[in-house]
């Protein structure tokens, strides 16, 4: 028997599950959050429901939003549970259940529904889980992507933009007409310094949609940059028949994720903040260096660990993490090749980091799938991977694991091609990416010579010998042994 999650069955779920100590009344928003996605859910929102069942910041509530098909669909699904979430911590010794009843109300998805939004004077800060190519950057020149058709109508019709940040943009200037202080635009998305990026594209957007608006946006919005960190896997029918089963409930939207969560801030929110520091966050002067350590170890080790997981025929993350030579390859290539172009943070020592990514990655509980690690790589390779190589070139260092990185990305791509391979290419440059990867298998530079994906990087001699040699390795002779003589070389 299951129980249907709603304000009005709270008091029926079972002892085994944490419900909020803080009723819907007592919430007020102060929180647009845009992209309500797993992981929001799984971070954010679980951050903000510790806060209020202590008590404090009650006024912080979230108001979820969005623009695209997807968060209709998960605001449909939201309405009919009051905007509740099942939260299961996929702990290896035992799973958790909570239900956060952070977010207050979702938005209409209509752009004059969110400005309306937007524009109401208890909202002091957006925040933001739109993917890592949702900032429109163009990635040859590293700037906003001015050409993209998004951001042209944008600027074609300045008075109803469609995109989230041309919607920002009308916001924040009915906001200073009416004398209203700006919210806070708050990133919480895996890039290097995402609140620079999230800063980068509104003011590019707003020079070119109300040139005379962008001045004041660069000089009073605030933009901070945030490093965040939990693994979310997608929630499938496998998450809603655990919810049903193991504790009772019918959350057409529940949310299952590692018990480990990381949130590093700069303390930059001239209209306020919640006290998250009261619940573990940590705010900052400088988050660079945090988010550079996660980047380039654990978002970088997944898509390390990704493509030749895929290739020797895992679905599940931690049954490749099981494999030696997996397992082995990860650690290797961190010790080797990356961890000695991340800047040492005090207090922080990187092995036993990199140890807590190996343990994480490996919880059978998570049930994350290899297939997910592999999407979008063409906008997940620029943000993880070329960064690394391109500083570990400049210090002159080793870079023939990062270049047998990109190898597998590119046999990935290739196989993918073929019917039989069971490889979906899911990624906005698929088409370009498995012509350029088969033409490869002759001509390894034709996959480097992808522009708008590698830019200079692509045109490095020493990077191209060395992506050559390994390309031409796993076309010889196969992932498993390619990764066993990358092994075989020196200590791991």
Request: a negative charge; glycine letters at 8%; hydrophobic letters at 40%.
């Amino acid at each position: 028997m299951t129980t249907k999650l709603s304000l009005s069955t709270l008091s029926e779920l079972g002892e085994s599950v944490g419900t909020p100590q803080y009723t819907r009344e007592q919430l007020s928003p102060g929180i647009v959050h845009i992209g309500v996605g797993n992981f929001h859910r799984a971070h954010q929102a679980v951050y903000l429901d510790r806060l209020f069942n202590k008590g404090l910041d009650h006024d912080w509530a979230i108001i979820g939003a969005g623009v695209k098909s997807y968060d209709t669909a998960m605001r449909d699904r939201l309405a009919g549970q009051d905007w509740l979430t099942t939260v299961v911590e996929l702990e290896p010794n035992g799973l958790s259940a909570r239900v956060t009843g952070v977010m207050t109300d979702f938005a209409d998805i209509d752009p004059a529904a969110l400005i309306a939004t937007l524009i109401r004077p208890e909202i002091r800060i957006v925040s933001l889980t739109i993917t890592e190519g949702g900032y429109y950057v163009d990635a040859k020149t590293g700037q906003l992507d001015l050409s993209h058709h998004e951001i042209q109508s944008d600027i074609e019709n300045p008075d109803a933009p469609q995109t989230i940040f041309g919607i920002l943009i009308v916001a924040l200037g009915l906001r200073k007409d009416s004398g209203l202080e700006p919210f806070t635009i708050l990133s919480c998305d895996n890039l290097p310094e995402n609140g620079h990026v999230a800063r980068q594209t509104v003011v590019g957007l707003a020079k070119q949609m109300v040139p005379d608006l962008a001045g004041w946006i660069e000089i009073d919005v605030a933009f901070p940059s945030s490093m965040v960190d939990c693994i979310t896997p997608a929630t499938s029918a496998r998450e809603v028949a655990l919810v049903a089963q193991k504790f009772g409930i019918q959350d057409d939207a529940p949310v299952a994720c590692e018990p480990f969560r990381q949130w590093v801030m700069e303390d930059r929110f001239p209209a306020g903040r919640p006290a998250l520091e009261e619940v573990g966050v940590q705010f900052v002067d400088d988050v660079a260096p945090y988010e550079l350590m996660k980047l380039r170890i654990l978002n970088g080790g997944h898509a390390a660990i990704a493509y030749p997981s895929a290739l020797l025929g895992y679905h599940f993350v931690h049954e490749a993490m099981a494999d030696p030579d997996i397992s082995g390859w990860f650690k290797k290539l961190a010790r080797t090749d990356v961890i000695p172009v991340v800047p040492p943070i005090s207090g922080i020592d990187f092995d036993e980091y990199l140890e807590t990514c190996v343990l994480r990655f490996a919880n059978p509980e998570i049930g994350d799938t290899v297939a997910r690690l592999c999407l979008d790589g063409s906008n997940r390779q620029p943000k993880f991977i070329l960064p690394t190589i391109a500083d570990a070139l400049q210090a002159g260092r080793s870079i023939e694991g990062l270049a047998l990185e990109v190898a597998f990305w590119c046999r990935y791509c290739a196989e993918s091609a073929l019917e039989d391979s069971g490889f979906v290419l899911e990624d906005e440059r698929a088409e370009q990416l498995r012509d350029a990867a088969e033409i490869s298998k002759e001509s390894p530079s034709a996959f480097l010579a992808l522009d708008d994906v590698f830019g200079d990087l692509g045109r490095n001699d020493v990077f191209a010998e060395a992506f050559d040699r390994q390309l031409k390795s796993l076309w010889a002779s196969g992932a498993r042994k390619t990764l066993q003589a990358y092994l075989s070389e020196g200590s791991h």
